[in-house]
């Protein structure tokens, strides 16, 4: 259908757009955030925050952008590391010390 005074389509206007699709957090990147956070109370948990951040930004790298977190990802990875450096150095210093 066009305008017979300026000549403009109007089809062009009543074809459907495709909707884009909705990106999701990735679970395990979640997942390691929250062990991360709990690994400063229990710090077995931090080892948990490191298996499921590299598991979580595995799945976001391979979803092809159809997933997101990869900053909650690396954050529990970050804090899994921190807290087992922590955990490492006290055991060692511990030894060390008796």
């Known amino acids: 259908m066009v305008c017979h005074y300026c000549g403009f389509d109007y089809s ?7 909707t884009p699709t909705p990106v ?3 679970g395990m990147a979640i997942t390691a955030l929250v062990m991360g956070i709990l690994g400063f109370f229990c710090g077995i948990t931090s080892i948990l925050a490191v298996i499921f ?5 595995s799945q976001i790298r391979n979803s092809n952008g159809t997933q997101s977190g990869r ?3 690396v954050a529990g990875l970050t804090l899994g590391y921190v807290v087992l ?6 055991f060692v210093l511990t030894l060390v010390g008796s």
């Open 85 to 90: 450096g922590f955990v490492a150095a006290v």
């Open 71 to 73: 900053g909650m990802a």
């Open 24 to 26: 999701k957090s990735n």
């Open 53 to 57: 951040g590299h598991v979580g930004l």
């Open 12 to 18: 062009v206007m009543a074809r459907p757009t495709e």
